[in-house]
């Protein structure tokens, strides 16, 4: 196995009275799209800042691309949006990534070349040389992402990337993630934004309460499907046959639902049905979505954040 | 070498905002206005001097427009530690706040590195501003007068030095504090040495020893008027000093060893600096 880019134990932190991060332990593996997800208030943006060593943690320790907490060096190989960002409004575009290209010890004609580079990659090419005061929320968000891009990083962290954009910036930000994961890049990204984790995200850990309550894998084989059926007049036994083909079946009104394993089971309900005579109006599969695990995990007693 | 490859990006930024914000600008045209006003001021003096010369003696004339280039530089000394308090009083807790702090801090660059490469951006700028204000003044006397200053080369690097205690002192308090607090203290904190010091003069003048030694506390607690009083003392000829005829004869005069405090106390300002921004939560 490679050595995993994040690999924690234990982290914990405390401001005065209050435990922000209680116990968190996680590992994340190089070119993984790791997603972090929690309602506000659970310890997101605490953990991140731990990770990047912006915040010194009050128990707990371990590595982030093999280098402790915090290590200088190791942050030449990262990446970092923070969720409420800032820059000097004063700089343009095109300045702000030379400010950060110097400080990650670029080369002085290799930054150049790098920055035509980045600013056509987040649609900046065009107003690159405009104050950051002059540009729109979604273009500081790109110029943000393309900062957090510069050093061809190994590891890249992002809060909330995607709040506050339109569906054109999103896809941008969906993309761009999805690039950096084919050329190697691990992402870790905190998000609410329940839809845009799980299109991106190989695996995500939920957190409550400064704890990891739960983690799911994305990548790997959806762990069940939903099935939902409108269906004509049935007899009873066909509606039994019908329910020993998945779990939690139920039917009311002509609607029928139940979960099975996969989308092979599909054809077999379709088959079964029309065999038996049954008109089949409407067959519909979805994976159980993220947000119904999300609710399930956090439980009901979640306030709105 | 890459350290302070880094630490120039920082200083350079720094110098760049102050361009970028019209603050240079703003200085500069406030500083043409206050030399175009001396310069017509010290024509006048100059000029009525020349028209009495059958009743004011060489040295009369000489004292005066001494006086009043003295009282000019007093002037650019004020305006200096305005500079000096000002232009760095936002650099880090206006950042820490705002959290562009935290993309600067994300990257491989030492804490140290950052405050550092602030502190010499405007150091230099204030440097830049007392160089211009204090040269003109002095190149408005010799033309004007004419006259000329005496020590001047150790009477600007002690304003200098008054400087650089405001500056390292702003910056080491904007590791931890707000905005306003900073200014509050660090203008407080002048305002105590400016009394102290006048505690003291007057303590020396009058024979108290208590005024005095309360004046001295103060400026070991703040070295800055203290730094003006030496600068002055050394820029104004042996005569006008034995006489006590001008507010900017000391009756105490500050020894080298509060030269030395100063120094010390900018330096230690640094290095605590540095200390409490490397643990500073982000």
Request: net charge positive; proline share 5%; with cysteine.
């Amino acid at each position: 196995m490679t050595a995993p880019v994040i690999a924690v134990h234990g982290l914990r932190k405390r401001f005065g009275p209050t435990t922000a991060v209680a116990d968190l332990s996680l590992t994340v593996g190089p070119g993984e799209v790791f997603g972090f997800l929690g309602p506000n208030g659970a310890g997101k943006t605490t953990a991140l800042k731990m990770l990047l060593g912006l915040l010194g943690p009050t128990a707990g320790g371990g590595t982030v691309l093999g280098a402790p907490l915090g290590d200088r060096r190791a942050r030449a190989r990262i990446g970092f949006l923070p969720e409420h960002f800032r820059f000097p409004d004063w700089l343009s575009g095109r300045e702000l990534l030379r400010f950060h290209g110097r400080l990650l010890g670029l080369p002085r004609r290799r930054l150049e070349a790098r920055l035509d580079e980045l600013l056509a990659r987040v649609d900046l090419w065009d107003a690159a040389d405009r104050k950051l005061r002059e540009y729109s929320k979604g273009m500081l968000q790109r110029i943000g992402l393309a900062q957090a891009l510069a050093g061809d990083p190994e590891l890249v962290f992002l809060d909330e990337p995607t709040s506050g954009l339109d569906p054109i910036g999103r896809r941008l930000v969906r993309d761009i993630i999805r690039e950096r994961r084919a050329a190697g890049t691990a992402v870790f990204l905190n998000s609410h934004l329940l839809g845009e984790v799980e299109v991106t995200c190989d695996r995500v850990v939920f957190l409550k309460q400064g704890r990891a309550v739960r983690e799911l894998s994305l990548a790997a084989a959806p762990p069940s499907l939903r099935v939902e059926l409108r269906l004509g007049a049935a007899d009873a036994e066909t509606l039994a046959g019908l329910a020993r083909l998945g779990s939690g079946f139920t039917h009311r009104d002509g609607l029928a639902s139940l979960e099975v394993a996969d989308e092979e089971a599909l054809p077999g309900i379709a088959r079964w049905l029309v065999g038996r005579g049954v008109p089949l109006y409407e067959l519909r599969a979805a994976r159980k979505p993220l947000e119904a695990w999300f609710v399930e995990v956090m439980g009901d007693d979640q306030r709105p954040g | 070498m890459s350290a302070m490859r880094r630490l120039l990006a920082i200083t350079r930024l720094t110098l760049h905002e102050t361009v970028r914000r019209r603050v240079l600008l703003a200085a500069l045209l406030g500083g043409a206005a206050f030399l175009a006003l001396f310069g017509f001021g010290l024509h006048a003096i100059a000029a009525d001097a020349e028209r009495n010369a059958s009743r004011v003696g060489q040295v009369e004339r000489r004292m005066v427009l001494t006086m009043f280039t003295l009282a000019g530089l007093y002037a650019v000394n004020f305006l200096m530690v305005m500079a000096a308090v000002l232009l760095p009083l936002d650099t880090l807790s206006g950042e820490i706040s705002s959290g562009v702090m935290q993309t600067v801090a994300a990257r491989p660059v030492r804490r140290a590195e950052i405050l550092l490469g602030k502190w010499l951006g405007h150091w230099l700028t204030v440097a830049g501003y007392l160089a211009l204000m204090a040269g003109g003044v002095l190149a408005l006397a010799r033309w004007l007068g004419p006259v000329t200053l005496p020590a001047v080369h150790l009477g600007l690097p002690l304003m200098l030095l008054e400087a650089t205690v405001l500056v390292s002192l702003v910056l080491a308090l904007g590791t931890r504090f707000g905005t306003v607090t900073i200014g509050v203290v660090a203008f407080g904190l002048y305002g105590l040495a400016f009394i102290g010091n006048w505690t003291e003069q007057i303590g020396a003048m009058v024979g108290n020893d208590t005024a005095r030694r309360l004046g001295t506390a103060a400026s070991l607690l703040v070295p800055t008027e203290a730094m003006w009083q030496l600068a002055a003392y050394h820029m104004q000829p042996p005569l006008m000093r034995e006489l006590q005829m001008s507010p900017f004869s000391p009756a105490s005069v500050p020894n080298a060893a509060m030269v030395a405090w100063a120094a010390g106390y900018a330096l230690a300002a640094v290095l605590l600096g540095v200390a409490s921004f490397r643990k500073r939560p982000l």
